[in-house]
């Protein structure tokens, strides 16, 4: 069973910049798992932002981050990425990365991923 463990969060002002960080560990190899980046705003439902696939060469985005957000991720240092720029306030939310199984298609449903990380808060004052 692969572990997840994100960093990177914290307070920032509308417009600045993030680097999100999820460090896998354990379970098989990194490069078998396809990996995705969600968020959890208070109130409301977990929502997908990212998808990268198992090799970094495939990546899909919700509407809201597409321009904005950007996934990636080094197998070697068994990693996966969630670069934010220009961050409004509507982006407030704890993140979570999630590793998925299912390797030949795009999953953006919460459903559809095997594992989780604990989470890291991102706020961003207006």
């Known amino acids: 069973q692969v572990q997840l463990v994100e960093s990177g969060g914290g307070l920032v002002q509308a417009g600045d910049s993030l680097r999100l960080s999820c460090a896998a560990s354990g379970g098989r190899t990194f490069s078998t798992y396809a990996m995705g980046w969600f968020r959890q705003a208070p109130g409301k439902e977990r929502e997908f932002v990212a998808h990268?696939?198992?090799?970094?060469?495939?990546?899909h985005y919700a509407d809201s981050a597409k321009g904005r957000f950007t996934i990636s991720r080094d197998n070697a240092k068994n990693t996966v990425y969630l670069q934010m720029n220009s961050l409004k306030a509507e982006d407030t939310a704890v993140y979570y990365c999630a590793a998925t199984n299912r390797l030949h298609t795009i999953v953006v449903l919460t459903s559809m991923y095997d594992y989780w990380g604990q989470g890291t808060q991102v706020t961003v004052s207006s």
């Open positions: 990268i696939n198992w090799s970094g060469d495939t990546t």
